[in-house]
């Protein structure tokens, strides 16, 4: 199962694209969309359904997965990130895949087994479960792929749920 995990931005959105098997998780492709700061604001999210649009089109991922939005001090700053979000929504949508949201703290508990971990210690749990020479940069992308790490551990027991509903 082909999992795209995305660090939701509308600066930088990082992303990591890793695949399930049995218990072994395998990483396909990582990276960052960076939208230039001298577009406007709508531009920027054309830029980045573009850019997921052409990663979903190369991949045909399974499942999607995504942090869940948190009230920060800045609420320009988190009105943004949810702009940025809805377009993650919209780009699942559109391509008909399953997308699971996910707090900090439960990505940080599946990644390092601690809900507080700080972020060096998911970069470095990150490197070391899909077996990178190097800790992903920028931030967003490490983080995209603890997302994505976080929705392999959950994956079964929600298909199971989606099976159970249907009945």
């Not at 559109?94 to 972020?119: Q, R």
């Not at 992308?141 to 509903?165: F, G, K, P, W």
Request: net charge positive; glycine share 8%; with cysteine.
């Amino acid at each position: 199962m082909k999992i795209l995990g995305i660090d939701p931005g509308t600066r930088i959105a990082g992303y990591g694209l890793i695949e399930k098997r049995g218990p072994g998780i395998t990483v396909i492709e990582y990276g960052s969309i960076k939208t230039d700061k001298s577009h406007n604001f709508p531009q920027r999210l054309k830029f980045i359904h573009y850019k997921i649009m052409d990663i979903i089109s190369k991949h045909q991922p399974d499942q999607m997965a995504t942090e869940e939005i948190f009230y920060g001090k800045n609420i320009k700053s988190a009105i943004k990130i949810g702009e940025g979000r809805g377009i993650v929504f919209l780009c699942a949508a559109l391509a008909d895949i399953p997308i699971t949201e996910y707090a900090a703290t439960v990505v940080k508990k599946a990644v390092v087994g601690n809900g507080n971990a700080h972020k060096g210690q998911v970069q470095e749990m990150v490197k070391i479960i899909l077996g990178l020479s190097e800790i992903p940069k920028p931030d967003d992308v490490s983080d995209a792929l603890a997302i994505a790490i976080c929705h392999s551990h959950n994956v079964a027991r929600i298909l199971q749920q989606d099976t159970d509903e249907r009945r």
